[in-house]
């Protein structure tokens, strides 16, 4: 049997394009879902893989429909042709039931495998070279010089209270999240200020955070210092509260609904941007615990 996936990131877009080019192709079932391709709960493609038997083919538009990471991709891919089942891709190279396509594919996975053992030996070699010389590494301790002055400035700016946060990040090119960690550092107390703050009331957004941080592969052991680092360097100025391994809840003070949107922003390039950092990837969903069930992802 002939199966379909088509997927859209958000309900903004359209299934149509996707959903008719897989129609012309002849497939029979088409599963349609609407989720971030790094999400890891997707209902549809759950749905597909469990109804897929040996001698059936999944087509869909394009790779990226599919997998959320090239491991991802490759990984899902295996698994399918150990069941028998072929993967069709309608504008990508890919089409596991022609031996020219199966050898597309095998040499994506031997390019991916080469990629990665490449960069375990440049690290290695690069670790022991840094070691010799007396290095080893780690995130320097405190604040540099330059954002040591970036700090005083940042107080005196937040006690004049004439600008308001986001104008001051501005002025000093940083972001909220950073200027909130360089007024703690000075011990300024967020939301007091020697004059009247003219900003408006701000409100805030309490939220749950599902994080999963993963090595990038086996040979990587950065997922522990990954997510301590996104602890102590993003959560950390959002009243963080760990539920679990995975799970945490914090508190976004916000002016409007912009505001709001930019700081989750920040937040998840935030945590993608430490893990990467440290050789690893995240899954990353943020939903609203005010009954409003707002999400990001």
């Known amino acids: 049997m002939k199966f379909g996936y088509a997927r859209v990131s958000t309900h903004d877009q359209n299934l149509n394009l996707q959903v008719d080019a897989l129609r012309r192709e002849g497939c029979e079932k088409i599963f349609q879902e609407i989720a971030s391709g790094s999400k890891v709960d997707r209902p549809e493609l759950k749905k597909l893989l469990n109804e897929t038997r040996k001698g ?9 429909r599919l997998g959320r990471s090239l491991k991802h991709f490759l990984s899902l891919t295996n698994d399918l042709l150990q069941k028998g089942v072929d993967l069709k891709s309608l504008n990508d190279p890919i089409d596991t039931t022609s031996s020219q396509g199966r050898l597309v594919f095998n040499i994506f996975a031997s390019l991916a495998e080469f990629e990665r053992d490449l960069t375990i030996e440049r690290t290695r070699a690069g670790l022991k070279a840094a070691r010799s010389r007396g290095r080893f590494g780690g995130r320097p301790k405190g604040l540099s010089e330059a954002a040591k002055k970036k700090a005083v400035a940042a107080e005196a700016l937040y006690k004049e209270g004439k600008l308001s946060v986001n104008e001051i990040g501005k002025n000093l090119s940083i972001c909220k999240a950073t200027l909130y960690s360089y007024l703690r550092h000075q011990g300024v107390e967020i939301g007091v200020s020697s004059k009247i703050n003219k900003e408006p009331q701000k409100k ?26 996104i602890e102590d360097y993003v959560f950390y100025d959002y009243g963080i509260k760990k539920l679990d391994d995975c799970k945490y809840e914090l508190s976004i003070p916000y002016e409007n609904e912009k505001d709001l949107g930019e700081q989750i922003d920040e937040i998840i390039r935030g945590a993608d941007r430490q893990a990467d950092m440290r050789n690893c990837f ?6 609203a615990l005010d009954g409003s069930e707002k999400s990001w992802y």
């Open 56 to 64: 059936d083919v999944i087509t869909i538009w394009k790779l990226d």
């Open 204 to 229: 805030i957004m309490p939220v749950a955070v599902h994080l999963i941080v993963e090595n990038n592969n086996k040979y990587v052991r950065g997922k522990k210092r990954s997510i301590e680092a």
């Open 282 to 287: 995240i899954e990353i969903d943020i939903s």
